[in-house]
């Protein structure tokens, strides 16, 4: 079997992992290949749990088959312990005789690392730059190599385009169905963002529902420019995280002061280690990351129904770049083409 299509073999199995289950873990697949058998497969699964290549050495018949074959991984094997040991060092007991890795890690901690490990105990390592984990992992990349979050646009409209049936109140645009879509991209997300006109009329929860959770509930951030909340109830802004520009409410807790803008605020999430950040409405606060050019992909979920009158929502200027249909809504994802080049043209060059 060539190089490149054990590693597409990792790749298929790398996207059987789900977003919303890896969380800011990586979805990273691999392969374990012998006298041109593939002999096992595995995928990391969930965030915390193995990791691609310890869930290919466990689907072997018997640990000795590893020896003398050749592992195929999307991603370099992790050089540093973190909430499992480090693959870098586990595998070295295995016998294998080649490893061939799609991508080395951008995470600082492991990028290069791995490789030198592997090849410091005598495996013949080969790394084929493909761009597989990057496609597979837009926001892993953008967090280790921009220290930016990855910026997920959402709103739900009704058929002709209404995000709220009456102005100053909450409207349930789509169904259970469309819901549990919803939910499971929560789930990916290290934070979610309302602007103050939706948390004072929605009453937002912002929490991942009706799916199981394999790490934290998602940050709630609210952008209270003028500091309008400020005279809300302590206990209403407990577990949320505010940014305004109002300097005597930035002095309460969880309340930080924004002097940047929209910018600053990413800035200030990426510090803080959030890497996948969703923007859930409104229409107001959605325009305004439109216009920054700050976001990388937007959902839209048109419902089938019509609604007679109401709140506008938005018109993106581009066509859909994918389109699915959920039960009785369509779900439109856009991807921002000018943030998608420059994240290719920033890519590192080879450093092994
Ligand atoms: N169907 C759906 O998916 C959703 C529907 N909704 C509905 O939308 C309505 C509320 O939306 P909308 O009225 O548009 O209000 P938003 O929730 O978008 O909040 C607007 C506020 O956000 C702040 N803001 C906006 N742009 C910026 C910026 N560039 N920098 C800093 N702060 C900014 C401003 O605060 P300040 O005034 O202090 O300057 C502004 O008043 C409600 O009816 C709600 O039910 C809401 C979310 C989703
Ligand atoms: N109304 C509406 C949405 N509204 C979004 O969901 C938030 C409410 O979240 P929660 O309190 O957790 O249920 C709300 O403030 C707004 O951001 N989303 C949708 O998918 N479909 C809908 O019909
Ligand atoms: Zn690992």
């Not at 299509?5 to 969380?23: D, M, N, S, V, W």
């Amino acid at each position: 079997m060539d190089d490149l299509t054990g590693l597409r073999l990792a790749a298929i199995a790398a996207a059987k992992a789900q977003p919303e289950q890896t969380f800011e873990n990586p979805r990273v697949g691999a392969v374990i290949v012998k006298a041109d058998q593939v002999l096992a497969v595995g995928w990391h699964e969930r965030f915390g749990g193995a990791h691609a290549e310890m869930n290919a050495f466990h689907h072997l018949g018997a640990a000795r088959d590893a020896q003398g074959a050749t592992l195929y991984v999307t991603l370099e094997p992790c050089a540093v312990r973190g909430k499992v040991a480090a693959c870098a060092e586990t595998i070295l007991d295995w016998g294998l005789a080649r490893v061939v890795i799609g991508d080395l890690d951008p995470n600082p901690a492991t990028h290069g690392l791995g490789v030198q490990k592997l090849r410091a105990a005598g495996i013949s390592v080969v790394v084929l730059d493909t761009d597989d984990s990057r496609q597979l992992n837009p926001a892993f990349y953008q967090y280790h190599e921009q220290h930016q979050p990855y910026i997920q646009l959402k709103l739900a409209q009704s058929h002709n385009g209404y995000v709220s049936a009456v102005r100053g109140q909450r409207s349930k645009i789509t169904d259970a169905v469309a819901d549990l879509d919803v939910h499971r991209q929560r789930a990916r997300h290290s934070a979610i963002i309302v602007g103050s006109e939706t948390w004072r009329i929605d009453q937002p929860r912002l929490t991942v529902r009706d799916v199981v959770l394999t790490h934290q509930q998602p940050q709630r951030v609210v952008i209270d420019r003028r500091g309008r909340l400020a005279h809300e109830p302590a206990a209403r802004l407990k577990d949320w995280l505010v940014y305004t520009e109002n300097a005597r409410f930035a002095q309460q807790e969880n309340v930080v002061l924004m002097s940047a803008g929209l910018p600053g605020i990413i800035a200030d999430l990426g510090r803080k280690g959030m890497q996948y950040v969703m923007v859930e409405g409104g229409p107001t606060l959605m325009r305004s990351f439109l216009q920054a050019q700050l976001w990388h992909e937007c959902l839209i979920y048109t419902a089938d129904r019509l609604l007679a009158n109401g709140v506008s929502g938005i018109v993106l200027p581009q066509l859909p770049d994918d389109i699915q249909r959920i039960g009785h809504t369509q779900r439109q994802r856009y991807i921002n083409q000018e943030v998608a080049t420059c994240l290719q043209a920033s890519r590192k060059p080879l450093v092994v």
